[in-house]
Nanobody, 116 residues
């Protein structure tokens, strides 16, 4: 069955960097656009980034543009999100998802906390 498993979430200081990963299984990753979304405690789900099947086109919400970079390694069935210049307001549970305009599968999330 379709599985998306995020990892790499951690406590990081403001201004720091972190890379989270999403291991995909049960489907052919290279056939799907993929997304990252996040949810801060007590707030709604926010889509933050997407990437096309080959990785040549990437998309970002204004809140993360210029600081986050999405990438993928289809041979390794893995999606990545590199996060730089992290701010306390980036603290959230981060989820990877299959699809972009239409999302049909979600991972369980990985917690990123930005605090000094």
């Amino acid at each position: 069955q379709v599985q998306l498993v995020e990892s790499g979430g951690h406590l990081v200081q403001p201004g720091g960097s972190l890379r989270v990963s999403c291991a995909a299984s049960g489907f052919t990753l290279s056939s799907y656009y993929m997304s990252w979304a996040r949810q801060a405690h007590g707030k709604g789900l926010e889509w933050i980034s997407g990437i096309n099947t080959g990785g040549g086109s990437t998309y970002y919400a204004d809140s993360v543009k210029g600081r986050f970079t999405v990438s993928r390694d289809n041979a390794k069935n893995t999606l990545y999100l590199q996060m730089d210049s992290l701010k306390p307001e980036d603290t959230a549970m981060y989820y990877c998802a299959r699809g972009m305009q239409t999302i049909d599968a979600w991972g369980q999330g990985t917690q990123v906390t930005v605090s000094s």
